[in-house]
T-cell receptor, first 111, second 112 residues
Framework: TQLLEQSPQFLSIQEGENLTVYCNSS?????LQWYRQEPGEGPVLLVT?????EVKKLKRLTFQFGDARKDSSLHITAAQPGDTGLYLCALTLDAGNMLTFGGGTRLMVKP | NAGVTQTPKFQVLKTGQSMTLQCAQDMNHEYMSWYRQDPGMGLRLIHY???????DQGEVPNGYNVSRSTTEDFPLRLLSAAPSQTSVYFCASSRGGEAEAFFGQGTRLTVV
């Protein structure tokens, strides 16, 4: 059982649709990061959420950290083909900033 | 800006061979780490280092060794390659804490 569970694992949608992906844990964590990975590249940080209930926006992407600090969501409005990629949530388990990742949501946005 | 550089990008090994995956960063980060990525499993931590001369094991360390003689370099050694080590390997560096982790482009390794 992974510490972080992401859902759905795969998502294929048409351009212009909205979508939400989820990251859940049975444990409380102090902060969580979202990364996006494109084929053939390493993950790139999108956002860090640190406060329960926090909402952060990055253009068409909205990130929310659950009040209980055990879950997070990423909502994309009017998805574009350029949003295609693997979305990963991750948390740090200790002061060494060694990230533990969820299994990821693979998103494909068709033109 | 080079960031985190990994070499090689692709490698095919025969079972039992050894090799070293190179990782270098030019951001003067203290923290460096190695992950492997397999389909449907996200990234799993192999080994990490919180500074020159200090290394520790992650979630899946068996079959791999690391050393950290300088701040810039963090090589990963496969001692005797096995087909189960076929994967994509990523090196990352950061300032620690909740700071952003920067990743290399990865090394795709196939063991036959």
């Amino acid at each position: 059982t992974q510490l972080l569970e992401q859902s759905p694992q795969f998502l294929s949608i048409q351009e212009g649709e909205n979508l939400t992906v989820y990251c859940n844990s049975s444990s409380v964590f102090s902060s969580l990061q979202w990364y996006r990975q494109e084929p053939g590249e390493g993950p790139v940080l999108l956002v860090t959420v640190v406060t329960g209930g926090e909402v952060k926006k990055l253009k068409r992407l909205t990130f929310q950290f659950g009040d209980a600090r055990k879950d997070s969501s990423l909502h994309i409005t009017a998805a574009q083909p350029g949003d295609t990629g693997l979305y990963l949530c991750a948390l740090t388990l200790d002061a060494g900033n060694m990230l533990t990742f969820g299994g990821g949501t693979r998103l494909m946005v068709k033109p | 800006n080079a960031g985190v550089t990994q070499t090689p990008k692709f490698q095919v090994l025969k079972t039992g061979q050894s090799m070293t995956l190179q990782c270098a960063q030019d951001m003067n980060h203290e923290y460096m780490s190695w992950y492997r990525q397999d389909p449907g499993m996200g990234l799993r931590l192999i080994h990490y280092s919180v500074g020159a001369g200090i290394t520790d094991q992650g979630e899946v360390p068996n079959g791999y060794n690391v050393s950290r003689s300088t701040t810039e370099d963090f090589p990963l050694r496969l001692l005797s390659a096995a087909p189960s080590q076929t994967s994509v390997y990523f090196c990352a560096s950061s300032r620690g804490g909740e700071a952003e982790a920067f990743f290399g482009q990865g090394t795709r390794l196939t063991v036959v």
